[in-house]
C-alpha cells in the first residue's frame, strides 16, 4: 500500500513538472510557509482585554502584516504587554508609549500622547509585563503628555478614530512593535 502511494506521488511530482511547474512557484510556497513560522515580535500587546494580532494570509503573502485590535476600544482603555521570552530583552532600561492619531491618508508625526515613567531612571518605575494599566487612571508613577507636551491626567482618545500605537522596551536586545487600533 505504502509503495502505491510513493509511486502515486512522484508520477504526481513529475506530471507537474512536465506540465510546466517551475522552480519558481515550488519556492513560492516554501516563502509562505517561513513568513508565517518567523516571529515578528516578543511582545504581546492587549488592549481592552484584546490582543493585537497579525493577518496570517497578508503575513504569509507579504512576509509581513501588522498588529492591530479587532475591535474597537473605549476613549481610555486598559493597556497590558507581555514578555513572549523575557530573557532576550536582558536588562529593561526603559518603557514607553506613544499614540498617534490618522491623519489624512498616514498617522500624525506628533504623537497625541506620550506615556513614561516619571523617573526615567529608575528602572523599577516602568511598567511592568502582565499588568494592567487603565491608561485612564495611570497615577502619579507615570507621565502623561500631550501632543503639546503638557501633562495630563488621563488618555482621552476620540470616539470613532483611528490610531497607531508605537510600543519600545529600551533593553540589552531594545524592541518596539506598533498596533493599529479604532475607537468607539
Known amino acids: 500500500m505504502t509503495w502505491r502511494l510513493f509511486t ?9 513538472c512536465g506540465a510546466g511547474c517551475s522552480a519558481g512557484s515550488a519556492s513560492s510556497g516554501v516563502n509562505v510557509f517561513q513568513n508565517l513560522s518567523r516571529k515578528d515580535s516578543n511582545l504581546r500587546i492587549f488592549l481592552d482585554g484584546q490582543e493585537a494580532k497579525q493577518d496570517k494570509l497578508k503575513k504569509g503573502l507579504k512576509g509581513y502584516s501588522p498588529f492591530t485590535i479587532k475591535e474597537q476600544v473605549a476613549g481610555s482603555p486598559k493597556f497590558k504587554y507581555e514578555l513572549i ?3 532576550k530583552h536582558g536588562f529593561i532600561k526603559h518603557v514607553t508609549m506613544q499614540v498617534h492619531q490618522k491623519f489624512e491618508a498616514d498617522f500624525s ?30 497615577g502619579k508613577d507615570f507621565r502623561i503628555l500631550d501632543r503639546h507636551d503638557k501633562e495630563v491626567d488621563k488618555v482621552e482618545f ?17 524592541e518596539t512593535v506598533q498596533v493599529y487600533f479604532k475607537t468607539k
Open 85 to 87: 521570552e523575557p530573557k
Open 158 to 174: 476620540q470616539p470613532g478614530k483611528e490610531y497607531l500605537l508605537v510600543f519600545t522596551v529600551a533593553a540589552d536586545k531594545s
Open 8 to 16: 502515486m506521488a512522484v508520477l504526481g511530482l513529475g506530471c507537474a
Open 109 to 138: 508625526d506628533i504623537a497625541d500622547y506620550i506615556i513614561q515613567p516619571r523617573d526615567m531612571n529608575n528602572p523599577d518605575a516602568n511598567m511592568k509585563p502582565g499588568v494592567e494599566y487603565d491608561l485612564g487612571k495611570l
